[in-house]
């Protein structure tokens, strides 16, 4: 198992004199050559000459892998010696929204992508069970990522994602994989529809029965609910009557699953929190069908001091315009009312420009007053191919600092996917899962593209040189 050109690679015969200088003392016995020889999760490493990420800065220091986890307490016996050679090592990037990891389709590829890019959690926040069944022995192990599904989200009739799924996804993303499927197949499958208690007590079962790592509602703006089969153009998207938000949210508690809310307006934003979700799966201005319905988009301060107050995890995704889902642009080009300019024309290229300025200024208010406000934030990305992508665009709108940004992409984004588990940082006890990079991000965050070294639960991993980070 290789470590790339940081690996000092120690022969256990020689231990005693090449570890005199850090105090190191290992006994080249019988057992210990027998261990050199174990599988990599079960070896037991020494990384010496790094640069630890402890929340704040990096410092100097020497962790041990032992078990697959941290420690700084010298083993008894060490089978193999890292020599980082002053570099920078901090915790693995999550991406708290995603829709990538689904079935089998292009899985190798996807999969290696992220390790690429040092994603080592992942969250697909509305995905269709049979599909991401196919792949479970690929996933949630030492040397591949790990993944938290939603399965089907919970909406309510003639609501968003059903006009998505069945008009847009089934013709240019479902059918060129698996064959042709009929208007209405997503139905529990993608989604489920409830639009009283009644249908809540009659789904519950059906819910449960996909064994969900946690929830996904789609929340409705009020005041632009309207009856239509079809989506009212221009204006933000109808889901879960805000009356059931809190039916559904008691109901997934009391079966331990946590709940995360598609919004769009800030009303939206505050009918989910009151409902007692746990997460908001978009901060609002991320989507804004028009310019002039913008401020509808803007929180207020007593909107992030009611997420705080509820302890709500809201996700980025100011990305998520820039990576619609496979073939949104082609829907969007061809199922106009008359209500858009066409497209590419200079009028509809003006506009979707103000459009993006407006968003752009409305995500950075947003995600920076629910931060000065304590509210946790999670990076995610919804459709591009990593975080990385979201986590890039962040730091060039100057939302955070870039150790704040740091923090928010390894902490808590990992807490947010895996909530309770001994990841996000780099402390004694938790999984030893990693990144080694050959700069200071501090200093200059493009430095996250530069990985150099990769270890997830004591396992050094190797990447497919044809998987290139963008």
């Given at each position: 198992?290789?470590?790339?050109?940081?690996?000092?690679?120690?022969?256990?015969?020689?231990?005693?004199?090449?570890?005199?200088?850090?105090?190191?003392?290992?006994?080249?016995?019988?057992?210990?050559?027998?261990?050199?020889?174990?599988?990599?999760?079960?070896?037991?490493?020494?990384?010496?000459?790094?640069?630890?990420?402890?929340?704040?800065?990096?410092?100097?220091?020497?962790?041990?892998?032992?078990?697959?986890?941290?420690?700084?307490?010298?083993?008894?016996?060490?089978?193999?010696?890292?020599?980082?050679?002053?570099?920078?090592?901090?915790?693995?990037?999550?991406?708290?929204?995603?829709?990538?990891?689904?079935?089998?389709?292009?899985?190798?590829?996807?999969?290696?992508?992220?390790l690429?890019?040092?994603?080592?959690?992942?969250?697909?926040?509305?995905?269709?069970?049979?599909?991401?069944?196919?792949?479970?022995?690929?996933?949630?192990?030492?040397?591949?990522?790990?993944?938290?599904?939603?399965?089907?989200?919970?909406?309510s009739?003639?609501?968003?994602?059903?006009?998505?799924?069945?008009?847009?996804?089934?013709?240019?993303?479902?059918?060129?994989?698996?064959?042709?499927?009929?208007?209405?197949?997503?139905?529990?499958?993608?989604?489920?529809?409830?639009?009283?208690?009644?249908d809540?007590?009659?789904?519950?079962?059906?819910?449960?029965?996909?064994k969900?790592?946690?929830?996904?509602?789609?929340?409705?703006?009020?005041s632009?609910?309207?009856?239509?089969?079809?989506?009212?153009?221009?204006?933000?998207?109808?889901?879960?009557?805000?009356?059931?938000?809190?039916?559904?949210?008691?109901?997934?508690?009391?079966?331990?699953?946590?709940?995360?809310?598609?919004?769009?307006?800030?009303?939206?934003?505050?009918?989910?929190?009151?409902?007692?979700?746990?997460?908001?799966?978009?901060v609002?201005?991320?989507?804004?069908?028009?310019?002039?319905?913008?401020?509808?988009?803007?929180?207020?301060?007593?909107?992030?001091?009611?997420?705080?107050?509820?302890?709500?995890t809201?996700?980025?995704?100011?990305?998520a315009?820039?990576?619609?889902?496979?073939?949104?642009?082609?829907?969007?080009?061809?199922?106009?009312?008359?209500?858009?300019?066409?497209?590419?024309?200079?009028?509809?290229?003006?506009?979707?420009?103000?459009?993006?300025?407006?968003?752009?200024?409305?995500?950075?208010?947003?995600?920076?007053?629910?931060?000065?406000?304590?509210?946790?934030?999670?990076?995610?990305?919804?459709?591009?191919?990593?975080s990385?992508?979201?986590?890039?665009?962040?730091?060039?709108?100057?939302?955070?600092?870039?150790?704040?940004?740091?923090?928010?992409?390894?902490?808590?984004?990992?807490?947010?996917?895996?909530?309770?588990?001994?990841?996000?940082?780099?402390?004694?006890?938790?999984?030893?899962?990693?990144?080694?990079?050959?700069?200071?991000?501090?200093?200059?965050?493009?430095?996250?593209?530069?990985?150099?070294?990769?270890?997830?639960?004591?396992?050094?991993?190797?990447?497919?040189?044809?998987?290139?980070?963008?």
């Open positions: 198992m290789g470590v790339l050109n940081l690996a000092a690679r120690i022969s256990l015969a020689g231990l005693l004199v090449g570890l005199l200088s850090i105090t190191i003392a290992v006994h080249a016995t019988a057992l210990d050559f027998e261990k050199s020889s174990l599988p990599s999760f079960q070896k037991t490493y020494a990384y010496i000459n790094g640069k630890w990420f402890d929340g704040e800065a990096f410092k100097d220091t020497t962790f041990y892998v032992e078990a697959g986890h941290l420690t700084r307490a010298q083993p008894s016996s060490i089978d193999e010696v890292v020599d980082l050679q002053g570099r920078f090592v901090l915790p693995p990037f999550g991406e708290a929204h995603t829709h990538n990891i689904e079935g089998p389709w292009h899985l190798d590829q996807t999969i290696q992508t992220y690429k890019h040092g994603v080592f959690y992942v969250k697909n926040l509305n995905n269709i069970r049979e599909f991401s069944e196919q792949i479970q022995h690929k996933i949630n192990s030492p040397r591949s990522i790990d993944v938290a599904f939603a399965h089907a989200g919970i909406t009739s003639k609501s968003h994602p059903i006009r998505l799924y069945e008009e847009v996804l089934r013709l240019y993303r479902y059918e060129p994989l698996i064959g042709k499927k009929k208007r209405g197949w997503f139905k529990d499958r993608a989604y489920f529809v409830i639009d009283s208690r009644q809540l007590d009659h789904t519950w079962p059906k819910i449960l029965s996909g969900p790592d946690f929830l996904k509602i789609y929340v409705g703006h009020g632009h609910r309207e009856s239509s089969t079809q989506a009212v153009e221009q204006q933000f998207r109808r889901g879960l009557h805000p009356s059931l938000i809190s039916s559904v949210v008691s109901r997934a508690h009391e079966h331990g699953l946590r709940v995360s809310a598609h919004v769009e307006t800030a009303e939206d934003f505050r009918q989910a929190v009151l409902g007692g979700v746990d997460e908001i799966a978009h609002p201005g991320w989507y804004i069908p028009h310019v002039d319905l913008a401020q509808e988009t803007v929180l207020r301060k007593q909107d992030a001091d009611l997420a705080r107050q509820h302890n709500v809201v996700v980025s995704t100011t990305v315009g820039a990576f619609p889902p496979a073939g949104h642009h082609t829907h969007a080009q061809t199922s106009s009312h008359g209500h858009e300019p066409h497209a590419g024309t200079p009028h509809q290229e003006a506009h979707m420009t103000r459009i993006q300025r407006t968003a752009q200024t409305i995500q950075r208010d947003n995600l920076q007053l629910l931060h000065r406000h304590g509210v946790n934030i999670a990076i995610g990305s919804d459709h591009a191919e990593t990385l992508a979201e986590a890039l665009h962040l730091q060039d709108l100057g939302v955070f600092h870039n150790r704040t940004l740091l923090k928010l992409w390894c902490e808590n984004t990992a807490d947010a996917i895996f909530p309770g588990r001994k990841i996000g940082k780099l402390q004694e006890g938790y999984e030893a899962s990693f990144l080694v990079l050959a700069g200071d991000p501090i200093r200059d965050f493009q430095q996250v593209r530069q990985i150099t070294l990769r270890v997830k639960q004591g396992v050094p991993l190797s990447i497919e040189p044809h998987v290139h980070a963008h």
